[in-house]
């Protein structure tokens, strides 16, 4: 091949040390520069909660907290959390933090397949950390970035209110 120049092969096959607080623990990985924060999570970290679904930040699978904020993890390269706390569902799951919403949503069956709830559970946490009593059409339009094809939203959007009236009237969390 004419022209072609070696060194673009050696700077493909390197790799960036990276260091998380992921789900309370430090931890330190290898990774591609371009290699997305999603992958990273599900490939070498193990935590197989967060979901690549379309990979272009649409349908809101691969929602997980950085720094305290919901972010696409598929939009992410992991270089650039590099620092960063970032809190999955599996630790949200472990601190107990989502356990209302996650019992409400079993409650009213507000879940089907799975494969978008955890990003769901995601985006009402960041929710009702930002509004303690948000109206059914804030709640909609916080959901607005989760692809569900199951439960046509209703129920989720149902158990979301109920936490958040029951948050605000002194009910556990």
């Not at 091949?1 to 607080?21: I, K, N, P, S, Y």
């Not at 990985?29 to 272009?56: I, S």
């Not at 650039?80 to 069956?109: P, V």
Request: one cysteine or more; a negative charge; glycine letters at 10%.
């Amino acid at each position: 091949m004419r022209g072609f120049d070696e060194t673009l092969l050696d700077e493909a096959d390197e790799t960036v040390r990276v260091r998380f607080v992921v789900n309370g623990s430090k931890v330190a990985c290898e990774v591609a520069p371009r290699e997305t924060l999603v992958d990273c999570l599900r490939d070498k970290l193990e935590l197989t909660g967060t979901h690549a679904g379309c990979e272009m930040g649409a349908c809101g699978a691969c929602l997980v907290q950085v720094d305290g904020r919901a972010v696409h993890s598929c939009l992410m390269f992991a270089v650039q959390a590099d620092g960063a706390r970032i809190d999955t569902i599996e630790g949200l799951t472990e601190s107990g933090a989502i356990a209302d919403l996650q019992a409400e949503f079993h409650r009213r069956n507000a879940l089907q397949c799975g494969f978008c709830t955890s990003g769901m559970l995601i985006n009402a946490c960041e929710l009702l950390s930002q509004i303690a009593l948000p109206s059914r059409e804030r709640i909609r339009d916080a959901l607005s970035g989760n692809y569900c094809r199951c439960t046509g939203y209703e129920a989720i959007v149902d158990a979301i209110d109920a936490v958040a009236k029951a948050r605000s009237a002194g009910g556990a969390r």
